[in-house]
Structures are given as structure tokens and as C-alpha cells.
């Protein structure tokens, strides 16, 4: 499912096939995925005869300027299974958790370019959305970026479960349920726990971890790649030490932990 590494390919491959195409239409047959009072009569005013200049990323959500600023930013979000097409050519390695059919069905929101081809947002399940000049801020500090001043902010002032408070987005934004159970079995970390009882080591080897997760899993391919994914499922055991893992539901979501060395 698209956590910020994918996120980030999407951005890539818009900055790279995307930019500076004449825009000759826009198809939005779904109503329900334009979001923030954004309508289909609205966006098909808004965005013909401009160009998309500059491909940006908050967390997970995508944010291309238009016209150098000059125009409206489309905002994209991939919800969960959400993928970013354009000319064919889909962003990131294949979904694990939806289909990868081309299915013209789920092209919820395509851009015609004045060339011929075409950027699309194709969404099996329906939980992605598009919208006009987001409010940006109503997100916390992309993760890509996470001081450890920032993290010792956003945990120390809440007694919610560590999981739920990395994937809370207003925090601490592109955190996903694989990448923050990867982080937290590398950091030995229970997820259940109260965030504001982490120790400042603890502190430190969770912003460091959080860091490495990016950075190598983010070489391999993607959210997905992880060192406990092969793991994660029913009757999974710990790579590490081989204990039976254990499967809880902790911050609304399915998380697998270790209950030997996640403390």
C-alpha cells in the first residue's frame, strides 16, 4: 500500500515525464474522489491551458504547482492503493494489497496532455482523492526530515500508543503501518507503548532507525521490502530471535510485534 516511498516515486516520475506538457483536458467521471468542495466543472476550469512546473511531496501527500506558482496546486493522494500513470508507465514497484490491472474503470482523474498522453491517477479501491491548493500545514513535519528535537516533541506530549502516534499524520507525516512496525522491531520498541515514556536513548535510536528505514528500504523498492515483511502474517516468527510474533490491532491498524525484544 503507498506509504511515502511511494509517495516519493510518484513525484519522481511526474518530475520526470510530467512537467511542462501543455494541458489539453481533464476527465474527473468521479465525483466523490474530487474532495474540498473541488467539482468536476471546477478542476475543468481550473487546469486546461496550463502546465504542470514543479513536483513537490509533504508525507504522502503530492503536491504539483502549476504554472510556476501562477496556478492553482493540484494536490494527489493515493489513499491505499492508489498508483500514478503517465503515459502508461505506472510509478513504484507493483501494489501488494490491490490489484495492478489497467482496468480504465479505475482511472479516477486523468490529465490529457496536449501531446497525446496522459497523466492518471488509477485507484482500485477508491480511497485516494484529488483537490485544489491543500492546506499544506494541516500536516506535521515530512519524515524525511524529522529533527530529533521534532521527535521528542511529537512523543513526549502524548500518552497514546507509540504506533499511533508515528502514524498520526497532523504529527509526523508518510509514516505507514509497514514502514512504523519496521521501525519499531528494528528499534525494539513495543508499539502499545505510551509514547511520552521513551527515554531520551530510546529517543535517539528510534529518530536514527526512523532515518535508516527511509534511506535503505527506500533503495530496495519500497514500504514492503522490510527485514520483518516476509514475517508479518499469521504464525510469522521473529527474524531476529525466532519468537512466535505477536498480532494486535494497535492504532486502528493490524501490527505485528515481538514480544521478546520489543520493550
Not at 473541488?38 to 503530492?62: E, F, I, N, S, Y
Not at 482523492?129 to 500536516?139: I, Q, T, Y
Not at 497514546?160 to 509526523?172: F, G, N, S
Not at 531520551?200 to 530496495?220: D, F, N
Amino acid at each position: 500500500m503507498p506509504e511515502i516511498l511511494e509517495v516519493e516515486t510518484a513525484r519522481v516520475l511526474i518530475d520526470a515525464k510530467g512537467l511542462n506538457r501543455p494541458i489539453a483536458a481533464v476527465v474527473a467521471p468521479d465525483t466523490w474522489y474530487l474532495k474540498r468542495g473541488l467539482t468536476p466543472k471546477g478542476v475543468k476550469a481550473a487546469l486546461p491551458g496550463r502546465r504542470l512546473t514543479d513536483a513537490r511531496r509533504r508525507g504522502k501527500l503530492l503536491l504539483v504547482d502549476t504554472d510556476a506558482g501562477a496556478g492553482p496546486t493540484l494536490g494527489l493522494h493515493l489513499g491505499m492503493s492508489g498508483r500514478v500513470l503517465i503515459d502508461g508507465e505506472a510509478a513504484g514497484d507493483p501494489l501488494l494489497y490491490a490489484s495492478n490491472r489497467d482496468n480504465p474503470q479505475w482511472h479516477r482523474f486523468t490529465i490529457e496532455f496536449a501531446d497525446g498522453g496522459h497523466l492518471v491517477m488509477r485507484d482500485p479501491r477508491r480511497l485516494g482523492a484529488v483537490e485544489l491548493d491543500p492546506d499544506e500545514e494541516r500536516l506535521g513535519v515530512d519524515a524525511f526530515d524529522l529533527s530529533l528535537a521534532e521527535l521528542r516533541s511529537v512523543v513526549s506530549r502524548s500518552r497514546a500508543p507509540l504506533k499511533a502516534v508515528l502514524m498520526d499524520q497532523a504529527r509526523i507525516a508518510g509514516l505507514g503501518n509497514l514502514l512504523v512496525d519496521e521501525t519499531l522491531w528494528r528499534s525494539g520498541l513495543d508499539p502499545a507503548r505510551p509514547a511520552d515514556t521513551l527515554d531520551a536513548g530510546e529517543q535517539v535510536r528510534l529518530r536514527r532507525t526512523i532515518s535508516t528505514v527511509l534511506r535503505v528500504l527506500g533503495k530496495r523498492g519500497g514500504s514492503h521490502t522490510g527485514d520483518l515483511m516476509p514475517s508479518r502474517l499469521p504464525g510469522g516468527e521473529c527474524p531476529k530471535d525466532g519468537a512466535p510474533l505477536q498480532r494486535r490491532t494497535v492504532g486502528g491498524r493490524t501490527t505485528y510485534s515481538c514480544p521478546i525484544h520489543q520493550i
